[in-house]
Protein backbone atom coordinates (compact mmCIF):
# COMPACT_ATOMS: atom_id res chain seq x y z
CA UNK A 1 0.00 0.00 0.00
CA UNK A 2 0.80 3.23 -0.67
CA UNK A 3 2.00 5.56 2.13
CA UNK A 4 -0.18 8.93 2.71
CA UNK A 5 2.60 11.16 1.24
CA UNK A 6 3.06 9.23 -1.54
CA UNK A 7 -0.82 9.60 -1.96
CA UNK A 8 -1.04 13.34 -1.40
CA UNK A 9 1.96 13.40 -4.08
CA UNK A 10 -0.01 11.98 -6.72
CA UNK A 11 -3.10 13.92 -5.99
CA UNK A 12 -1.46 16.76 -5.86
CA UNK A 13 1.17 16.81 -8.97
CA UNK A 14 -0.47 13.14 -10.75
CA UNK A 15 2.25 11.13 -10.58
CA UNK A 16 4.39 9.27 -8.63
CA UNK A 17 7.78 7.03 -9.30
CA UNK A 18 8.52 4.01 -7.40
CA UNK A 19 12.02 2.67 -7.40
CA UNK A 20 13.35 -0.17 -8.10
CA UNK A 21 9.74 -2.48 -7.44
CA UNK A 22 10.54 -5.24 -9.50
CA UNK A 23 14.07 -7.14 -8.92
CA UNK A 24 16.54 -7.21 -11.94
CA UNK A 25 15.57 -11.18 -12.70
CA UNK A 26 11.57 -9.99 -12.36
CA UNK A 27 12.59 -7.17 -15.41
CA UNK A 28 14.61 -10.06 -17.07
CA UNK A 29 11.85 -12.02 -17.43
CA UNK A 30 9.22 -9.13 -18.27
CA UNK A 31 11.48 -8.34 -20.71
CA UNK A 32 12.08 -11.67 -22.15
CA UNK A 33 7.64 -12.38 -22.03
CA UNK A 34 7.68 -9.03 -24.07
CA UNK A 35 10.17 -9.43 -26.90
CA UNK A 36 7.92 -13.59 -26.79
CA UNK A 37 5.05 -11.52 -27.07
CA UNK A 38 5.98 -8.82 -29.74
CA UNK A 39 7.83 -11.64 -32.28
CA UNK A 40 4.46 -13.87 -31.80
CA UNK A 41 2.09 -10.91 -32.75
CA UNK A 42 4.11 -9.74 -35.94
CA UNK A 43 4.73 -13.10 -37.27
CA UNK A 44 8.19 -13.59 -35.56
CA UNK A 45 9.51 -10.82 -38.54
CA UNK A 46 12.21 -8.90 -36.89
CA UNK A 47 11.41 -5.24 -35.95
CA UNK A 48 12.02 -2.71 -38.20
CA UNK A 49 11.88 -0.02 -35.66
CA UNK A 50 9.50 2.16 -38.24
CA UNK A 51 6.66 3.27 -36.13
CA UNK A 52 5.48 2.40 -32.71
CA UNK A 53 4.27 -1.10 -32.26
CA UNK A 54 1.62 -1.00 -29.50
CA UNK A 55 -0.20 -4.78 -28.53
CA UNK A 56 -3.48 -4.98 -26.75
CA UNK A 57 -4.13 -6.65 -24.65
CA UNK A 58 -0.66 -7.72 -22.88
CA UNK A 59 -0.47 -8.91 -19.59
CA UNK A 60 -2.72 -11.39 -19.94
CA UNK A 61 -0.20 -12.97 -22.93
CA UNK A 62 2.43 -14.51 -20.25
CA UNK A 63 2.59 -15.99 -16.88
CA UNK A 64 4.80 -13.53 -15.23
CA UNK A 65 3.31 -10.77 -17.00
CA UNK A 66 -0.37 -11.69 -15.46
CA UNK A 67 1.24 -12.26 -12.21
CA UNK A 68 1.51 -8.33 -11.53
CA UNK A 69 -1.90 -7.79 -11.41
CA UNK A 70 -2.73 -9.39 -8.26
CA UNK A 71 1.03 -9.08 -6.79
CA UNK A 72 0.69 -6.92 -3.58
CA UNK A 73 3.23 -4.34 -4.77
CA UNK A 74 1.14 -3.55 -7.75
CA UNK A 75 -2.43 -4.53 -6.80
CA UNK A 76 -1.87 -2.21 -3.67
CA UNK A 77 -1.25 0.88 -6.14
CA UNK A 78 -4.98 1.38 -7.28
CA UNK A 79 -6.47 0.00 -4.27
CA UNK A 80 -4.71 3.20 -2.25
CA UNK A 81 -5.48 5.53 -5.00
CA UNK A 82 -8.79 4.59 -6.14
CA UNK A 83 -10.23 2.48 -3.37
CA UNK A 84 -10.93 -1.70 -3.19
CA UNK A 85 -13.59 -1.29 -5.82
CA UNK A 86 -11.08 -0.63 -8.44
CA UNK A 87 -11.41 -1.74 -12.01
CA UNK A 88 -9.21 -2.88 -15.03
CA UNK A 89 -8.94 -0.49 -17.79
CA UNK A 90 -6.69 -2.73 -19.55
CA UNK A 91 -3.09 -3.83 -20.20
CA UNK A 92 -1.03 -2.87 -23.33
CA UNK A 93 2.59 -3.42 -24.33
CA UNK A 94 4.46 -0.45 -26.16
CA UNK A 95 7.75 -1.02 -28.39
CA UNK A 96 8.26 3.13 -28.98
CA UNK A 97 9.83 4.97 -32.22
CA UNK A 98 10.43 8.91 -32.14
CA UNK A 99 8.61 11.23 -29.37
CA UNK A 100 5.39 10.98 -27.82
CA UNK A 101 3.90 14.36 -28.11
CA UNK A 102 2.14 16.01 -25.14
CA UNK A 103 -1.49 14.65 -24.36
CA UNK A 104 -3.84 14.93 -21.29
CA UNK A 105 -7.01 15.71 -20.04
CA UNK A 106 -9.15 16.35 -23.47
CA UNK A 107 -11.51 18.65 -21.23
CA UNK A 108 -14.05 18.92 -24.13
CA UNK A 109 -15.05 15.20 -24.17
CA UNK A 110 -14.58 14.61 -20.52
CA UNK A 111 -17.57 14.76 -18.11
CA UNK A 112 -17.91 16.73 -15.16
CA UNK A 113 -17.93 13.42 -12.72
CA UNK A 114 -15.44 11.81 -14.73
CA UNK A 115 -14.14 8.26 -13.14
CA UNK A 116 -10.61 9.19 -11.92
CA UNK A 117 -8.26 6.44 -13.04
CA UNK A 118 -4.08 4.95 -12.83
CA UNK A 119 -2.01 4.08 -15.14
CA UNK A 120 1.10 1.91 -13.94
CA UNK A 121 3.96 1.55 -16.36
CA UNK A 122 7.00 -0.47 -16.59
CA UNK A 123 10.05 0.27 -18.36
CA UNK A 124 12.87 -2.31 -18.50
CA UNK A 125 15.36 0.00 -19.82
CA UNK A 126 17.64 2.84 -18.56
CA UNK A 127 15.74 6.20 -19.11
CA UNK A 128 17.05 9.62 -18.93
CA UNK A 129 15.31 12.87 -20.30
CA UNK A 130 17.10 12.85 -23.28
CA UNK A 131 17.01 8.67 -23.67
CA UNK A 132 13.00 8.66 -23.85
CA UNK A 133 11.81 8.89 -20.08
CA UNK A 134 8.08 9.45 -19.48
CA UNK A 135 7.74 13.56 -18.91
CA UNK A 136 4.98 14.70 -16.38
CA UNK A 137 3.59 18.53 -16.65
CA UNK A 138 2.96 18.36 -12.54
CA UNK A 139 -0.69 19.40 -11.66
CA UNK A 140 -1.49 19.57 -15.05
CA UNK A 141 -5.18 16.79 -14.41
CA UNK A 142 -6.36 20.06 -12.19
CA UNK A 143 -8.46 22.78 -13.44
CA UNK A 144 -7.92 25.21 -14.10
CA UNK A 145 -4.07 24.56 -15.14
CA UNK A 146 -5.71 21.58 -17.50
CA UNK A 147 -7.59 24.28 -19.20
CA UNK A 148 -4.51 26.51 -20.08
CA UNK A 149 -2.84 23.24 -21.75
CA UNK A 150 -5.64 22.12 -24.18
CA UNK A 151 -3.97 23.87 -26.98
CA UNK A 152 -0.89 21.56 -26.88
CA UNK A 153 -3.01 18.80 -28.65
CA UNK A 154 -3.04 21.07 -32.07
CA UNK A 155 0.97 20.67 -31.49
CA UNK A 156 -0.05 16.83 -30.85
CA UNK A 157 -1.62 16.57 -34.38
CA UNK A 158 1.51 18.87 -36.29
CA UNK A 159 4.81 19.42 -34.25
CA UNK A 160 5.38 22.95 -36.22
CA UNK A 161 3.11 24.20 -34.37
CA UNK A 162 3.86 25.78 -30.93
CA UNK A 163 1.46 27.15 -29.24
CA UNK A 164 2.86 28.17 -25.87
CA UNK A 165 6.36 29.43 -28.07
CA UNK A 166 7.99 26.53 -27.42
CA UNK A 167 8.47 22.90 -29.08
CA UNK A 168 7.14 20.05 -27.50
CA UNK A 169 10.86 19.10 -26.23
CA UNK A 170 10.97 22.25 -25.12
CA UNK A 171 7.97 22.51 -22.57
CA UNK A 172 9.24 22.51 -19.16
CA UNK A 173 7.87 19.41 -17.37
CA UNK A 174 9.29 16.90 -14.71
CA UNK A 175 11.50 13.62 -16.42
CA UNK A 176 10.61 10.86 -14.50
CA UNK A 177 14.49 9.09 -15.21
CA UNK A 178 14.09 5.32 -14.40
CA UNK A 179 16.12 2.26 -13.91
CA UNK A 180 14.94 -1.38 -14.64
CA UNK A 181 12.91 -2.34 -11.82
CA UNK A 182 11.22 1.38 -11.56
CA UNK A 183 7.43 1.76 -12.08
CA UNK A 184 6.01 5.15 -12.93
CA UNK A 185 2.32 5.92 -11.67
CA UNK A 186 0.34 8.22 -13.24
CA UNK A 187 -3.22 10.03 -14.22
CA UNK A 188 -3.63 10.00 -17.82
CA UNK A 189 -5.10 12.77 -17.29
CA UNK A 190 -1.87 14.66 -16.68
CA UNK A 191 -0.18 15.97 -19.68
CA UNK A 192 2.49 13.56 -20.54
CA UNK A 193 5.21 13.15 -23.19
CA UNK A 194 8.53 11.42 -23.90
CA UNK A 195 11.40 12.56 -26.12
CA UNK A 196 13.79 11.30 -27.90
CA UNK A 197 15.83 7.61 -27.43
CA UNK A 198 16.40 4.38 -29.64
CA UNK A 199 13.49 2.80 -31.31
CA UNK A 200 12.37 -0.08 -29.56
CA UNK A 201 12.36 1.07 -26.22
CA UNK A 202 9.94 -0.96 -24.24
CA UNK A 203 7.25 0.61 -21.90
CA UNK A 204 4.41 -1.32 -20.88
CA UNK A 205 1.61 -0.76 -18.50
CA UNK A 206 -2.29 -1.78 -16.90
CA UNK A 207 -4.23 0.83 -16.06
CA UNK A 208 -7.37 0.86 -13.39
CA UNK A 209 -10.54 2.88 -12.44
CA UNK A 210 -12.43 3.34 -10.10
CA UNK A 211 -15.39 2.00 -9.52
CA UNK A 212 -18.72 4.37 -10.44
CA UNK A 213 -20.83 5.70 -8.26
CA UNK A 214 -23.48 7.17 -10.59
CA UNK A 215 -25.85 5.80 -13.25
CA UNK A 216 -24.14 8.38 -15.48
CA UNK A 217 -20.58 7.35 -14.49
CA UNK A 218 -21.97 3.63 -15.97
CA UNK A 219 -23.45 4.84 -18.86
CA UNK A 220 -20.01 6.91 -19.38
CA UNK A 221 -18.39 3.73 -19.16
CA UNK A 222 -20.64 2.41 -21.72
CA UNK A 223 -20.08 5.22 -23.81
CA UNK A 224 -15.95 4.17 -23.69
CA UNK A 225 -16.44 0.67 -24.52
CA UNK A 226 -18.63 1.03 -27.44
CA UNK A 227 -16.05 3.24 -29.01
CA UNK A 228 -13.12 1.42 -27.96
CA UNK A 229 -11.57 -1.77 -29.34
CA UNK A 230 -9.63 -3.66 -26.58
CA UNK A 231 -9.57 -1.75 -23.24
CA UNK A 232 -13.27 -2.35 -21.19
CA UNK A 233 -12.98 -5.84 -22.83
CA UNK A 234 -12.42 -8.32 -20.45
CA UNK A 235 -10.02 -11.55 -20.83
CA UNK A 236 -11.30 -14.35 -20.86
CA UNK A 237 -8.96 -16.22 -18.80
CA UNK A 238 -8.87 -13.21 -16.62
CA UNK A 239 -12.55 -13.85 -16.35
CA UNK A 240 -12.16 -17.22 -15.51
CA UNK A 241 -9.26 -16.86 -13.56
CA UNK A 242 -8.44 -18.96 -10.26
CA UNK A 243 -7.14 -16.15 -8.33
CA UNK A 244 -9.88 -14.07 -6.28
CA UNK A 245 -7.93 -10.21 -7.51
CA UNK A 246 -8.20 -10.93 -11.19
CA UNK A 247 -11.84 -12.15 -11.08
CA UNK A 248 -13.03 -8.72 -8.83
CA UNK A 249 -11.00 -6.42 -10.72
CA UNK A 250 -12.98 -7.49 -14.41
CA UNK A 251 -16.15 -8.08 -12.55
CA UNK A 252 -17.80 -4.72 -13.07
CA UNK A 253 -17.12 -5.72 -16.48
CA UNK A 254 -18.96 -8.63 -17.22
CA UNK A 255 -21.57 -7.19 -15.01
CA UNK A 256 -21.92 -4.45 -17.33
CA UNK A 257 -22.25 -7.00 -20.39
CA UNK A 258 -19.12 -5.74 -21.69
CA UNK A 259 -17.70 -7.79 -24.56
CA UNK A 260 -14.81 -10.10 -23.82
CA UNK A 261 -11.64 -11.33 -25.71
CA UNK A 262 -10.43 -14.48 -26.13
CA UNK A 263 -6.93 -14.17 -25.03
Known amino acids: MLTQ ?3 AHFEAFGFLLIPQLLTPGEVATMKRESNEIFD ?5 APFDGQKREPVQPFFERRPFLASLLDDDRIHGIPESLLGPGFFLFGTEGNLHVGDTQWHGANLTDSPPDKLRSVKV ?9 ETGS ?4 PGSHRRPFADRLQVL ?6 QSIQPLGVSGAEMPAVALESQPGDVAVFTESVFHGAFGGAPGRHQ ?8 PKTEAQRDYLKK ?7 ALHPSESFINSERPRVRRMVSLLVELGF ?3 KV
Open 40 to 44: EVRGE
Open 5 to 7: GQK
Open 134 to 137: LRII
Open 121 to 129: AFYVDPLTK
Open 259 to 261: ESM
Open 204 to 211: HAVSFGEH
Open 224 to 230: LHEGWKY
Open 153 to 158: WDQYDD
